[in-house]
């Protein structure tokens, strides 16, 4: 067993632009962050996870990086990071920023002199027209070719996001040593790591060939993984991460179990973690509006296998949700009659598991999906682009055709302001919200959370202390229950002597529940539970309540 702070402790992701805002122009920003320290202390959590703050046109919400080594000025000051730093550290919060390294914004220096006086060409991808037409095939995340003409340049470059994100050109050794030189810096700073964008993206085939016209991204087979990546993952590890007391956490796109290990494995690119995405995957479709039923049989599925499957050197990360997904009660519970029973069922799940638990800001008050009316409701590009394309070439009527699939799919759902208390604006903000707040924030927000005991608040913080109290769950074996049972997830977590039993019903039907009879629980203890303790006392043959989460400890292991 091998023990580490990061595997211990819980992580808590902050998108700032939408946790709170301290001057009245709409957007979060750090000094209101600041503000919010006490409740995040209060909730328990040890490392916080910042999505970009750096100088950013914004297009893609500051994924559309200007200069890495300033502060968007929307969000504040350097002094104000270097505050929001000091003040994390006096409550042994640690930050975590991120690293987005696939692509830069078009306005970044370097891309404006490539575009315009050649300098810095090969920092990106440049080609020149193939037949008047671009290089190849690829298109983007967000819809369209990958590929953009310069008219003055005349020539194409590669972008596998929006038109503003050109791709950096990793082969260029250039490229990478200003990477390696922008981590340093930021580590002498005081940051204690980073969430890795993309991160399984960076290698491009030279040849840059045609990917499978039919695949749901046409080129990804080309540059997820691509021939590299390993290589330059290594180098970065060997140059500035390696032997740092810090963590590392990097955002694998489409990527097998096995591949995945590969990056995870301190015999190769040592990442501490990664976030595999096949849970965010199976109820996804073709188009970005799609939504597919899904089945627990496909949760247990992915779950069971990276609970058993990684090596003693490998690790975890666990989310259900993040700044690019539907919030987690709308998608994995009930938003309707059972929002806290949901709520605090997959709060449950996140926590007793193994790995490092990631929490979305406001899912520990059990925030929802929002209603997007009009397709005006939408900031996000991802959302916005691909429908507009799709009615100016005729496949599709209107917003109205598609908006069931797209308000539920949308990225802007986890990105409405955080939810504080019921007031106007939700308390986010004095002034006009970049985005708009909720409806039910009169229902949902912190306030009322903080005052009411039995809130979802209260039960991730108990979920929290309860981890923190057991390293069986961070550090036990897992072992599946009940396998084929299409409502119940049921569990074990063991270590040594001490056992417990997570019991999980994902929907509203009341299904019996019966325990296999090879497992000894008599004298079971119930330690936490979305209903009162009196009736969830009795573990065999009893139906369990609609979205009920019991976690007990067993007697002994054997
Ligand atoms: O958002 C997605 C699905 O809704 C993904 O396709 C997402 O674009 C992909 O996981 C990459 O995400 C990361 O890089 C993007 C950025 O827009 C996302 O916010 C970020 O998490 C480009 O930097
Ligand atoms: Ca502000």
Redesign the pocket.
Known sequence: MNEAWWKEATVYQIYPRSFNDSNEDGIGDIPGIIKKLDYLDRLGVDIVWL?PVYDSPNV??G??IRNYRTIMDELGTMEDWEELVARLHERDIRLIM?L?V??TSDEHEYFCESRSNDRHHDRYIWRSPDDDGPPNNWES??GGSAWEYDERKEAYYLH???IK?PDLNWQNPDVRDDVYEMIEWWLDKGVDGFRL??INLLSKPDDLPDGDPDSLLPGSEHYVNGPRIHEYLQEMNEEVLEGKDIVTVG?I?GVNINEARKFTSQDSDGLDMVFQ?EH?LFD?GYE?WEKREWELADLKRVFSKWQTKLRDDEWNSLYLG????PRIVSRFGDDGVYRVESAKMLATFLLTLSGTPFIYQGDEIGMTNAPFDTLADFRD??TIKPIQDAIRAGRISGYEEVKEGASF?S?DNARTPMQWANEEQAGFTEGEPWIDVNPNHTEVNVERAIRQRDSVFYHYRELIELRNDHPTFVYGDYELLLDDHEEIYAFLRTLEEERFLVVLNFFEREPAFDLPTRIEYEGRELLISNYPADVCQSVEQRDLHPYEASVYRLPTAN
């Open positions: 999505n893609d919400n994924y559309d991120d987005a696939n692509h995340f967000f596998l996001f929006d994100q964008d993309v955002e796109f995405y965010m996804s970005r993040n700044h690019d997904q590009v991802a799919r990225r």
